[in-house]
């Protein structure tokens, strides 16, 4: 079976690169048969986003040549913080068990409560230096075991949880963690009106957390990394290694 990579990213006052506010970005890994329904779906996707209307879109569609990668499904987790203060305690709980310090964690917070508007990707963070060593780093070559993805939507649906928010977003931070190097990863969402967000480790599986940010504010996504001189095999895996995420669903609910 060949495979087809499609990338997807919008922006309003002209691409990103000229400074351009990030709209809405998409990311897949189907069969030919599938494209013309992700592209369909992702021409929806960028013109009806809440943070506006792009005047630059780019779908990219890419063959496949190398080898498939399967990575498991994290498992998730469902937290239910009242209020941001909480969710910033547990998270801050939840990373240190990866050995992420106070410090760290508090800087990280930072970025993502004062993001550039014309970030579209992930900061990568080095542990053994606390130093921004990437910035705009998206994950790509991703997509879903289909016999895996129905379990999944099967299994959120009876939890009262079916959305594409939460199945892309769990998509992508199952790829970014089984990544050899990756420590943990934080996030927000960058919608404005959507304020839940996770954070997700190997260790850890995926950790859901509702009210992890005022609404009407941005957001973003922090990669650690154990070590600098890490970042280039890193930024390989997470960009040209093809994975499809697989296994079996496990979802559990934390009090």
Known sequence: MNWYS??????????HEKGGRHISGAEDLVPETEIEDRLFYFWQKA???????????????????????????????LFYPATTVDA???ATELLGRNGITQRQINSAFQLLENPPQDI???????????RVVRENVRATKFGWNQTTYQQLREMLTCAGLINTRLSEALALASKVNACPGIVAELCWSDNPEYTTGYVASSRLGYCRLPNFKPIGKGGGRVFWIEKEEQIESVLHWLREVPCLIGGVPILQKEE
């Open 47 to 77: 013109s009806n986003h809440e943070k506006g209307k792009w005047d630059f879109l780019q779908i990219t569609v890419e063959k496949i040549d190398e080898r498939v990668q399967e990575v498991s499904l994290l498992p998730v987790k």
């Open 120 to 130: 579209r990707g992930a900061w990568v963070v080095a542990l053994d230096s606390n």
């Open 6 to 15: 499609i990338r997807m990213r919008a922006a309003a006052g002209g691409p």
């Open 88 to 90: 910033r305690k547990l």
